[in-house]
């Protein structure tokens, strides 16, 4: 079935609450069992999140050539294997405004044989793959869940920017802790009195990730584990 808005329908959504820095990228280790060349993410969230410090996590996990830092300016980075696996492509969506500008980067030409994540791709990548998961990090809202605790989710927002919220100025971020520039954690790298938690939803879109579903379930309930 096709939705309303197009591409293929979701696939059952979860969501966690993630209380430190460490915790994320333990998520993204997790996650990285799970990728297999060909996969596409699409990382949202707002300025500060810890979209970037996810990312380091799967970059850990799937063992590739670092450091893995915000590609804001850069567009797009490639971060081969160290061990044989699949490369890392690690874009940021965050300056282009368009799917044609997208097609410019030619993100598709490793795509069958790298793991892609983009940062700020929601409603600009999802024409480069079949079947993507959809990442979304928030700030909880009051009352939500304990941390740890897997939940039903719903619709997602994007998080994109307003005008002049821009990476590494500080409008637009969340609380410190997580959010220096360009979405990297702050100097500690861990815990601290900055760190607050992440709510972290997951929806796999097209037959992928409807055949992977319960081993995401599975995957992101793990990271509640204590480290």
């Not at 915000?70 to 282009?96: C, E, M």
């Not at 997602?156 to 990476?167: I, S, Y």
């Not at 796999?204 to 379930?217: I, K, P």
């Amino acid at each position: 079935m096709i939705p309303a808005g197009g591409g293929p329908a979701p696939c059952p959504q979860a969501e966690i609450s993630i209380p430190t820095a460490a915790r994320m990228r333990s998520l993204g280790r997790r996650l990285a069992a799970l990728l297999r060349p060909g996969d596409l993410v699409v990382l949202n969230g707002p300025l500060g999140a810890g979209k970037t410090t996810l990312v380091q996590g799967i970059g850990d996990g799937l063992g590739v050539r670092g450091p893995v830092t915000s590609p804001t300016f850069v567009i797009a980075r490639i971060h081969p294997s160290l061990r044989g696996g699949p490369a890392l492509v690690h874009a940021d969506a965050y300056r282009l405004g368009s799917p044609a500008e997208v097609d410019d980067l030619d993100l598709d030409a490793d795509l069958d044989r790298s793991v892609t994540v983009v940062e700020w791709g929601g409603g600009l990548v999802e024409g480069l793959a079949p079947s993507w998961l959809d990442v979304t990090i928030s700030w909880p809202s009051p009352g939500a869940a304990a941390a740890g605790q897997l939940t039903a989710a719903g619709p997602a927002a994007t998080g994109r920017p307003g005008p002049g919220d821009e990476p590494g100025t500080g409008r637009g971020s969340g609380p410190a802790g997580w959010s220096g520039p360009g979405d990297e954690p702050g100097p500690a790298g861990g815990s601290g009195p900055g760190d607050e938690p992440r709510v972290v939803r997951l929806t796999g879109r097209g037959g992928r990730w409807a055949a992977a579903a319960e081993s995401v379930h599975l995957a992101i309930s793990g990271a509640a584990e204590v480290l």
